[in-house]
């Protein structure tokens, strides 16, 4: 199915429904929430996922895994969807929360071919088959690093939030610190006590993500400047060690997953 909004097929009796969906470029998908599962591939472009506990970037050719029920928000940025919207009770391993993978070709052509199966694809022969190694290949992913936490007290969400827009390698914990009307000593302690990192360590992270959507239309050397980095190779050092792999990766044109 092509352009198909979940509401007008969520009934029917399928366990999964696969669904191919283009965006306009800068295409915000606002704060909701599906009763499935959502297996949601960027075969384009770049994603941005929201949810009150964290920010996951998904790089071109990456999907992210959504829990059912968990209120989320989608930042398109030139994105062609391939997704399954699957029955909870058929995926009783998915993860707990947002997670991003890697989609090697089998899965990547898996989901190329379901999505032009209609609602009521049958049940049985090769449509089944496709669905049921579907589930099959996304059981067997590992999790990619591209998150970051997000806090649960609203002053620090507004900092990470505010952070997260727009990067600035001269932020300093005393400066956040001042924002939150306490002593900078407790204020790292609050932050790593609700999200696992220290605040620096949390930023540098932070803008590292920025990188991604970012490389899609400038160099290496230019992301490298504008997140305040002192080198490209500076900046490919802590990239490569956070991700593994290096920016050129999302730098490089390819060719287009959709076009086979």
Known sequence: MKNVPLADVD???????????????????????????????????????????????????????????????????????????????????????CTVVDVPPLLRELLLAAVEFEADYSLAGREASVVALLLYEIAARTPLPFHVGIPASADLVTLCREYLADPDAGVTNTAWAARTATSERAFTRRFRS????????????ARLLAAVPLLRTASVSEVSGRLGYASPAAFTAAFSRAFGTPPSRFA?????????
């Open 11 to 97: 009934a029917v009796g399928r366990a999964v429904l696969p669904i191919g969906t283009d965006y306009p470029p800068g295409h915000v998908l606002d704060w909701h929430e599906h009763r499935r599962a959502q297996f949601l591939y960027g075969a384009t472009g770049v994603m941005v996922v929201d949810t009150a506990d964290g920010t996951w970037t998904v790089p071109p050719e990456r999907a992210v895994l959504i829990p059912a029920a968990t209120r989320h928000r989608v930042r398109m940025l030139g994105v062609s969807t391939r997704s399954l919207y699957i029955e909870p009770d058929a995926v009783p391993w998915w993860p707990g929360t």
């Open 194 to 205: 609700e999200t696992g990192d220290s605040p620096a360590v949390w930023r540098a992270r």
């Open 252 to 260: 490089t044109s390819h060719r287009n997953p959709l076009q086979g």
